[in-house]
């Protein structure tokens, strides 16, 4: 307490009400330009197109912020009504006991002493003034203090809102060390990705750090956000992955075998992120397994080989883990891949492959790019976001590879990634095996801004005709190498091969236009080894670069 | 900053002030920006309005062949 009974004389609620006016016309200015907002966006709805679709979610940020700051501005209008109130009763019981002094020809000093004016010994109206002093003393202490921690959970209410045209109000209060600013938690009860966008749109940018900080797991899985958030958010996730799943395996520890295992298990086992399994042992292999898939990805991102990755996906609530790592930087790069891998592929097991493979793929384009394309950087997503078919499946489980509904919930997932990429990219999907499948069906969805479709080793791309790909067919390459059991096997939709109208490439050996000799990609898994015609053409692709046709000599170098 | 001589000497008094100034001056400029988003979306809206009606009248007049719209007109 810093204030003097002589200052307490002095305090005035009216005052007080000056600041509340203030308040409750902001709420009204805001809520009038809510209003016009609402009314001008239903009258733009027959307005069609990027522009208006930029339109409307910048108006969307706008009404959040705005929202945001109605909410702040009424939580004080409602601290300074409260403050004002106990402020009257303060005043009354001060003029009650100076009314009462005044009668009983006592003085009250500035300091709060109580003072008899005539002599004599003390009598007991001074006693009961020296008590009402105290109690009004501890009164306006309380006043205080009430109204400070109103004021800090009002400006907790909401994120502090900048703006240039403020004129830098929020700075100089930041300056003053008089605001705490608090980010706004994120949309709730599973919002949108449209709806966490325009959050993330409202936030100012020095609260950016910490909103990753304290809200990982509403940022992370967010497509359209941009890279470098996903980034950090994951990583935060990884960690913690890592943490509660080794917790996980050693509470799963299975003891020996048992009659129960031989018995079929014990049933309904529940396990952090896993599905109930039939016995304690297969719960335990699924955690263990999720936990390598989590210290491989680590890993991963960890290598010091000069590329910068950045961790897109990360999920280990599934059966398996989900995982997708940028070879680049995907907010920037001019060219984008994205390569799905198919059967068989685990994180644990084939995401060290899989980056590899995109690392070579990625310095190939940029090379290429800068070579015979125009020019540009490139990122590689190795994408390996779906559960893919195992050797553990039987054939008549769903998650089948000779069946489609692996590769149509793979679509699922991917649809929305490609979708969230940045604008105004060239963006290649590279599928591989069945991953051409779960691509392939993934761009037959639409609206995914895939510009090429290469299709490697592809048992079928789910469609029947090319047209089904909403691509035109000359921008569908097709990989086969001729000793692949697999491309051509027509199995989920046409051969890719026969689709009419696409680009077919070569993968024997060919003279490079660099002057270097590829050789030829043999069997199943060979089609991006460095040094094979195969990788030579996919990343020509990528970097919208010439490529190399099957069965004709190069059209012109 | 009227509002800090509501309680000379308290803590809480000057917090109030400012947070008022400031919040009174934000709710001020982000209504504008609003109101102007607003006549943005009217103007937008009202010219691809305006563009659309264009783009169908040539092709109607036999200027331009079915494909054109509104989003592809020169």
Not at chain 1, 62 to 82: H, N
Request: net charge negative; charged share 20%; glycine share 10%.
């Amino acid at each position: 307490m810093t204030f003097g009974f002589a200052e307490l004389k002095s305090w005035r609620s009216e005052v007080l009400g000056t600041g509340i006016a203030a308040t409750s016309q902001g709420v009204i200015l805001l809520a009038e330009a809510g209003e016009q907002v609402a009314l001008a966006g239903r009258v733009a709805d027959l307005w069609r197109g990027p522009a208006s679709e930029q339109a409307h979610l910048r108006g969307a940020a706008l009404t959040t912020r705005a929202g945001q700051l109605a909410r702040r501005v009424t939580a004080l209008d409602a601290a300074l009504q409260t403050a004002a109130v106990a402020l009257q009763a303060l005043t009354d019981l001060l003029r009650q006991i100076a009314a009462v002094a005044d009668a009983n020809g006592l003085l009250i000093t500035d300091t709060g002493l109580v003072v008899e004016l005539g002599a004599g010994p003390p009598t007991s109206a001074r006693t009961e003034v020296e008590a009402a002093v105290a109690r009004a003393t501890a009164l306006a202490a309380q006043l205080d203090d009430d109204l400070e921690r109103a004021l800090i959970a009002a400006l907790r209410t909401s994120s502090d809102v900048r703006d240039d045209r403020t004129g830098g109000g929020l700075e100089r209060g930041y300056a003053a060390g008089l605001l705490r600013p608090a980010a706004n938690p994120p949309p709730s009860s599973n919002p949108t990705s449209a709806e966490v966008i325009a959050w993330w749109l409202a936030l100012p940018a020095e609260m950016q750090d910490d909103a990753i900080s304290t809200w990982p797991d509403q940022l992370g899985p967010v497509d359209g956000l941009p890279a470098w958030v996903r980034d950090r958010a994951n990583r935060i996730r990884l960690a913690r992955a890592e943490t509660d799943l080794a917790d996980e395996t050693r509470r799963l520890q299975p003891p020996p075998l048992d009659q129960a295992d031989l018995l079929g298990g014990w049933p309904g086992v529940m396990t952090i992120g896993t599905t109930a399994g039939p016995s304690r042992r297969a719960a335990y292999r699924q955690v263990l397994a999720k936990l390598e898939a989590v210290q491989t990805t680590k890993r991963v991102l960890d290598q010091q080989d000069g590329h910068p990755r950045q961790l897109l996906v990360f999920d280990v609530s599934g059966r398996s883990a989900r995982v997708a790592v940028a070879v680049g930087d995907v907010d920037s790069a001019a060219h984008l891949a994205v390569v799905v891998d198919g059967f068989t592929t685990t994180v644990q097991g084939g995401l060290a492959g899989a980056d590899r493979a995109a690392t070579d793929l990625a310095d190939l384009s940029r090379r290429e790019a800068g070579l015979w394309g125009g020019g540009g950087d490139v990122a590689v997503v190795a994408w390996l976001g779906y559960d893919a078919p195992q050797l553990g499946d039987t054939l008549a489980s769903r998650h089948s590879v000779i069946l489609r509904a692996s590769a149509e919930a793979g679509a699922s997932a991917l649809a929305p990634f490609l979708r969230g990429l940045p604008p105004d990219r060239h963006v290649t999907v590279v599928g591989h095996s069945y991953g051409s499948t779960t691509a392939g069906l993934a761009v037959s969805r639409g609206g995914t801004r895939v510009g090429d479709l290469v299709a490697i080793g592809s048992p079928g791309l789910g469609v029947g005709t090319s047209a089904q790909l909403g691509l035109r067919p000359s921008r569908v390459h097709v990989l086969e190498a001729p000793d692949d059991p697999v491309a051509g096997l027509g199995w989920f939709g046409a051969d890719p091969d026969h689709l009419l109208g696409v680009d077919l490439l070569a993968t024997s050996e060919e003279a490079l236009p660099d002057g270097a000799q590829a050789r030829a990609s043999s069997g199943h898994s060979d089609y991006l080894t460095p040094g094979t015609t195969s990788q030579w053409n996919v990343a020509a692709v990528v970097a919208g670069a010439p490529t190399l046709p099957r069965d004709r000599a190069p059209a012109s170098w | 900053m009227a509002v800090a001589a509501a309680m000379p000497g308290s803590r809480s008094a000057p917090r109030a002030a400012l947070l008022v100034e400031v919040l009174q001056q934000e709710a001020g400029s982000l209504s504008v920006g609003l109101a102007a988003h607003a006549a943005d979306l009217a103007s937008a809206s009202q010219n691809y309005a305006e563009a659309e009606a264009w783009a169908t009248s040539l092709t109607h007049g036999g200027c331009l062949p079915d494909v054109v719209t509104a989003g592809s007109a020169p």
